[in-house]
């Protein structure tokens, strides 16, 4: 009751100051900041709320968000969304360098055999179902008009390798959430984290040749393919350089280390940015580090390769829920429901097939893997949620097909927006009947 009045509150002041219109602008480093501690207060309660009924925190994070954001009530337009996205991309790498401190080597060793064949079925099944769907539904999909089958298979196959890609942080914020501990909590949390660098490698497959196909006269563009490759593994190898600066300053120092965590995220955010537009801007070359990549690669190699992961992980889940609070609900701020309005049709037909799909394909997985009825049932509802990674491979197909990128990307950010407010749902359902979060199944 005392949250609920308390979250009332906080709405009506926000209300009275959004009156305050005149002059505000001289205000806006202030306004920033109110709209951050409005966020993270709100955010929290709601998140409270929520548990109360049995959801997940995450959900309540991201409903808050939505409630307040642009498209509800918008007291955080969308241009304050806008300028709060730094924030929201330090959050991510430090969700990001979370992951990679809960992935241990010898949890992936022990589970490779299950992990591969997930990952091997959910790729093979999800994209080429997805495939097939976009030929069967392409009369209720504008953009298509015109298409021959060839170019409907590259768009199928866009929208197939988008539809593969997972969310790392909201595996991570489930599953601290829930203090899941398991044989299916790391299952799950190996094939999500292995995923991501996958499905950008094959992203920039499907790209080269779908450009190939679009443009008569051009052949498949491998130096794209190169590119990409050699990103990931430039990303990947500083992070394992950065690793070794945080395992000496843990051993040595010691002092401030979530401080210094969060300053070593805004480090890995901005470089990233910095190195990309210097890049575009000296040498007129598309090279673009993954921050993603970077946080998580520092992470693993510091758990995995010296003895500092123990006081790493404290210093992380020091700092984590303010962070997750923030990260989320700015992520339901941000989500586009205007798309959503737009395409909500065959948005829903795409997820609703995307689920069956996803759980078919780790059903599948799980049996070749020799693994128990219980474990094959649920194993699908984990992998549900999308997130960053989705939506910035979306920006790449905007990009990279000017004439029909566009009405694509607003069908997947409207499955996107579906996939994020379900899954978190999902996976917490997955993770209580499997027996991993300590609720009885």
């Not at 079925?121 to 999909?141: E, N, Y």
């Not at 130096?223 to 190898?237: C, R």
């Not at 992070?239 to 002092?255: D, E, F, H, P, T």
């Not at 049932?377 to 949620?385: D, E, L, Q, S």
Request: proline share 3%.
């Amino acid at each position: 009751m005392a949250q609920g009045a308390f979250a009332a509150v906080l709405l009506a002041l926000m209300a009275g100051i959004g009156m305050l219109s005149p002059g505000v602008e001289r205000f806006e480093p202030a306004l920033l900041s109110l709209n951050y501690g409005f966020l993270l207060l709100v955010a929290f309660l709601a998140g409270g709320l929520f548990k109360r009924i049995g959801l997940p925190r995450i959900s309540g994070y991201i409903v808050a968000g939505i409630v307040t954001g642009p498209f509800l009530l918008g007291f955080i337009d969308a241009v304050q969304v806008t300028k709060m996205k730094l924030i929201d991309d330090l959050a991510l790498s430090f969700i990001a360098l979370t992951a990679g401190s809960e992935l241990r080597l010898s949890v992936l060793k022990a589970r490779k055999r299950t992990i591969g064949f997930l990952i091997a079925s959910i790729v093979v099944m999800v994209s080429s179902g997805v495939v097939t769907a976009t030929f069967a539904l392409r009369a209720h999909l504008p953009f298509l008009a015109g298409f021959d089958a060839v170019q409907v298979a590259v768009a199928g196959a866009l929208i197939g390798v988008i539809a593969v890609a997972r969310s790392p942080t909201s595996a991570v914020a489930m599953i601290d959430e829930c203090k899941a501990r398991g044989r299916f909590t790391d299952t799950v949390f190996g094939v999500t984290v292995a995923m991501d660098s996958l499905v950008i490698l094959l992203f920039a497959l499907v790209v080269s040749v779908g450009v190939a196909v679009s443009q008569e006269g051009r052949g498949i563009d491998l130096l794209f393919v190169a590119v990409v490759l050699l990103q990931l593994l430039v990303s990947i190898g500083l992070g394992a350089c950065l690793a070794l600066g945080v395992s000496y300053y843990i051993n040595r120092v010691g002092k401030e280390l979530s401080v210094v965590l969060v300053v070593l995220a805004f480090l890995i955010t901005v470089g990233s940015r910095w190195v990309s537009h210097a890049m575009e801007a000296r040498f007129h070359l598309g090279f673009h580090l993954e921050p993603l990549l970077i946080a998580m690669a520092a992470g693993f190699t510091v758990t995995n390769f010296t003895g500092a992961g123990k006081r790493l992980s404290e210093g992380l889940h020091a700092i984590s829920l303010p962070v997750f609070v923030v990260f989320f609900a700015m992520a339901g701020a941000g989500l586009n429901l205007g798309a959503l309005e737009q395409t909500w049709l065959a948005a829903v037909a795409f997820v609703a097939i995307r689920m069956g799909l996803v759980s078919s394909a780790a059903y599948v997985g799980c049996a070749l893997a020799g693994e128990e009825h219980g474990f094959r049932r649920h194993c699908g509802f984990a992998f549900y949620t999308q997130a960053g990674v989705s939506l910035g491979l979306t920006q790449e197909v905007v990009r990279r097909f000017p004439d029909w990128g566009p009405a694509l990307g607003t069908l997947l950010v409207a499955c996107i927006t579906l996939n994020e407010i379900v899954g978190p749902v999902a996976f917490k359902y997955a993770l209580d009947r499997s027996g991993d979060s300590g609720r009885d199944p």
